[in-house]
T-cell receptor, first 115, second 115 residues
């Protein structure tokens, strides 16, 4: 059973460095989401892809953040010039189509600590 | 815009006692509703979902939830809590076919289980 896979699971970086997270969705899921979660909060939406098209971006996604999904398969989330406020867990999720395809399934998350 | 309110930040119960976690939503149409559970440092696991039909839905780990349209609520229940149920619980609304595909999460309720 291949669920949503994220790596790295943990990343510690110095302020100002760039980091990249990768997400491999469930096979054949055409929708992919990135969320951010800080301690004591629920997941906050960052961006959404349908196939390779990035259809929605949250205002939380500053210009230091960029996400891609080449060929509609895996996705990457890059954070440039990291700041301490970027420390959070970055969650990837995917979903398929159809009436029962609207459930989204989450990965284990990628923890980012900016020091 | 859709929104979810989980009015209880923390809930403490004794092992073996019954549990009810509250969730109220705001959504302009018939919602798709979900409950997820998150253990410390982990991603979110789907407990149950409501799309249509029977308003009482059964999920994994002995959980159930009831959709009450008149109260805009989707409360999660369990008749007898186990120590392993201690975790963070998130209610979510959406995505909905034909509308926004971006689920919105509540801030979560932390469940503490006393032996």
């Amino acid at each position: 059973d291949t669920g949503v896979s994220q790596n790295p699971r943990h990343k510690i970086t110095k302020r100002g460095q760039n980091v990249t997270f990768r997400c491999d969705p469930i096979s054949e899921h055409n929708r992919l989401y990135w969320y951010r979660q800080t301690l004591g909060q629920g997941p906050e939406f960052l961006t959404y892809f349908q196939n390779e098209a990035q259809l929605e971006k949250s205002r939380l996604l500053s210009d230091r953040f960029s996400a891609e999904r080449p060929k509609g398969s895996f996705s990457t989330l890059e954070i440039q010039r990291t700041e301490q406020g970027d420390s959070a867990m970055y969650l990837c999720a995917s979903s398929g189509q159809g009436s029962f395809g609207n459930t989204i399934y989450f990965g284990e998350g990628s923890w980012l600590t900016v020091v | 815009a859709q929104s979810v309110t989980q009015p209880d930040i923390h809930i403490t119960v004794s092992e073996g006692a019954s549990l009810e976690l509250r969730c109220n939503y705001s959504y302009g149409a018939t919602p798709y509703l979900f409950w997820y559970v998150q253990s410390p440092g982990q991603g979110l696991q789907l407990l149950l979902k409501y799309f249509s039909g029977d308003t009482l839905v059964q999920g994994i780990k002995g959980f159930e939830a009831e959709f009450k349209r008149s109260q805009s609520s989707f409360n999660l229940r369990k008749p007898s809590v186990h120590w392993s149920d201690a975790a963070e619980y998130f209610c979510a609304v959406g995505p909905a076919s034909g509308g926004s595909y971006i689920p919105t999460f509540g801030r979560g309720t932390s469940l503490i289980v006393h032996p």
